[in-house]
Structure formats: C-alpha cells, structure tokens
C-alpha cells in the first residue's frame, strides 16, 4: 500500500452547526480523500477530482471547507504548520494546497 499523499490527526470535523469528531483524521490516499474518526471509521469519502477545498470566508486561519458528495464540511485544522516531531494537524492552507495538487488543479 503507498504512502498517503496527505494526513492530518487531531482534526474537528463538522458539518453545519454540528461536531461530528474532535479528532478526526484527513487523509488523501490513491487519489481519494477520506474523513475520518479518531476511532478510523468512514465520515465520508471521494475521488479528490470531485472535492471542493477552499477557505471559509470570515473564518480563522485554521479552518478549511471541503465539499464531497454534496456534503459541506468545516474542518479546523492547525493555524500553523506544528514543528518537527511535534504532534497537531498541519496548517489548513497545507490542505487545500494538497487537494489542489492531488486533483492535478496545481497548488
């Protein structure tokens, strides 16, 4: 099995005004991305040609929105990339640039 192209732990995912995980994970794998619980069951999941990832507007830098199956998700993330070795999600902008980049839309 390859390396995922992306992942990030400890992720609060939601969609509208609820929390559906604390400490989800994100990943992008085999040209899919999949949202996932801290306990690694499915949210959700698509081909990362049909996601959506941009930044909400009025939002802090730690937030990112993803749109798959015509479900939106907010996604907080880090503000700031966590230094090496250290634990935390990565940045939100890392995100967005890593389904840019994963769906061949450059980033």
Do not use: C
Request: proline letters at 8%; aromatic letters at 6%; glycine letters at 12%.
């Amino acid at each position: 099995m390859a390396e995922p192209e992306f992942t990030a732990t400890g992720v609060r995912i939601g969609k509208r005004l609820r929390s559906l995980t604390r400490a989800g994970q994100v990943r992008i794998n085999d040209g899919r991305l999949e949202l996932l619980t801290s306990y690694g069951s499915e949210i959700d999941s698509a081909p990362v040609q049909a996601v959506r990832a941009s930044r909400p507007w009025f939002a802090p830098e730690d937030r990112a929105l993803a749109d798959l199956n015509g479900k939106r998700y907010l996604l907080t993330l880090g503000e700031h990339d966590p230094a090496p070795g250290e634990p935390g999600p990565p940045a939100a902008r890392r995100f967005i640039e890593a389904v840019r980049r994963a769906a061949g839309r450059g980033g």
